[in-house]
């Protein structure tokens, strides 16, 4: 659907303005107007990784005239294979700083804001109301939720993407116009069923096709032009090359922009996500181990068994010495319990912990009552005993 200008065009563009943004100027259904509307946004992206890095270019390069960046991370070096707003001179500075400085890089008349915060149903509302546009790059399910109740309680539009693996998809979400993230998603999935890209592994070019149509339904909406993706989710296979679009209607009994809302305020998005399920809490309550306890376990020959339940590729990377890998999903399917010794501790551990917490809950219920999970995972072995070693 055609939807009117989101903003009013600035007073003027500067002569040097007009140099700067000529190849705009001569597109019609841009033109001086547009371009001054642009002038005029104020946009927020919500992260300076994957997808704020070439939304955030674009928008300036758009000549966006105010953009906040969200972002309390600090750039890693395993960031820079797809965020490339960050360089390697910028390991261990501020995302937001680095972002900021390649910004005005790319256009000294861009407003640039910064909260260095994490974003919270505490701020999310006094951030939000500065700003006319929100673009979502977050990759977690709490702060996605989050992100859409805040827009729909102060009836802003938002541009959301998502990448993973060779997968990307993309929509414009307007509870004014259209449906709502939770529309499409009224429930997050369970805690674990889906991996997160640090988990998963995403392609980095995928960031900035996504992104750049992010930034895309962004000008769009911005200035009236086109029809955006407002009811429209749009589906990107980069193996295939292939789009595809899927129409998402405004559900009426939808929790938070429905005809009779449950969701009114702001909630607690990590409780209602769950990070870790209620069955791993309580599994690993009593029965998490340290790196450190495991390497005494190791050096003083107790018998136990050290399974790993990541992927195989993560395994190739890096894995604790004598683990065996055993991939999550063959406990969920129960396929890997039988193969488990009967006569040796078991000890799980993944990448951070949540995984092996989700398969300790498994195998409590399956008996195995002794079974541990090693708090931290590879990252926090390689980080406490072998710091010579890679992380991802």
């Known amino acids: 659907m055609s939807l009117p200008p ?16 000529s190849r705009h100027l001569i597109i019609p259904d841009v033109g001086m107007d547009g371009q001054k509307r642009l002038k005029n946004a104020k946009v927020l992206c919500v992260g300076a990784g994957g997808l704020g890095s070439p939304a955030l270019m674009y ?20 960031n820079l294979q797809r965020q490339v707003i960050h360089s390697q001179a910028d390991i261990g500075k501020s995302k937001a700083l680095s972002a900021k400085e390649t910004v005005q890089g790319i256009n000294p008349y861009v407003q640039v804001n910064l909260h260095e915060e994490r974003l919270d149903s505490s701020n999310v509302r ?13 990759d977690n399910f709490a702060t996605r939720y989050l992100v859409n109740d805040a827009c729909v309680l102060l009836n802003k539009p938002y541009v959301w993407g998502s990448i993973y693996r060779f997968d990307g998809q993309a929509s414009v979400f307007w509870s004014e116009h259209g449906p709502c993230y939770r529309c499409l998603y009224p429930e997050p999935p369970p805690p674990g069923m889906v991996p997160s890209c640090a988990e998963g592994g995403v392609l980095g ?26 009811g429209r989710l749009m589906i990107y296979d980069a193996l295939e090359m292939t789009y595809r679009q899927v129409k998402v ?29 209620d069955e791993a809490q309580e599994a690993a309550k009593d029965s998490t181990i340290t790196p450190r306890q495991l390497k005494e376990w190791i050096d003083n020959d107790e018998k136990i068994e050290i399974i790993d339940v990541r992927e195989p590729n993560e395994y190739e990377i890096v894995s604790i010495p004598g683990a065996r890998l055993v991939p999550k999903d063959e406990f969920l ?27 300790l809950a498994v195998l409590k219920n399956a008996g195995f009552s002794d079974a541990v999970h090693v708090g931290g995972g590879v990252i926090g072995w390689v980080n406490q005993i072998e710091p010579d070693k890679p992380v991802y």
């Open 6 to 21: 989101l903003v009013e065009p600035a007073d003027e563009l500067t002569v040097d303005e007009v140099r700067r943004y």
């Open 59 to 78: 928008l300036a390069a758009a000549g966006v005239g105010t953009l906040g960046i969200v972002e309390f991370d600090e750039v890693d070096e395993s």
């Open 126 to 138: 006094e951030i939000f109301a500065q700003y006319d546009l929100i673009v979502d790059g977050t």
């Open 205 to 230: 070019v995928l960031c900035a096709s996504i992104g750049s149509v992010q930034v895309t339904e962004a000008i769009k909406v911005l200035t009236g032009t086109g029809e955006p993706l407002v």
């Open 249 to 277: 209607r405004k559900d009426p009994n939808c929790a938070v922009c429905g005809e009779n809302p449950t969701v009114t305020e702001l909630i607690d998005y990590e409780a209602f996500c769950g990070v870790v399920s």
């Open 333 to 359: 399917l129960g396929n890997a319990l039988s193969e488990l010794p009967q006569d040796k501790r078991i000890v799980l551990h993944c990448k951070t912990g949540v995984r092996s917490a989700e398969v």
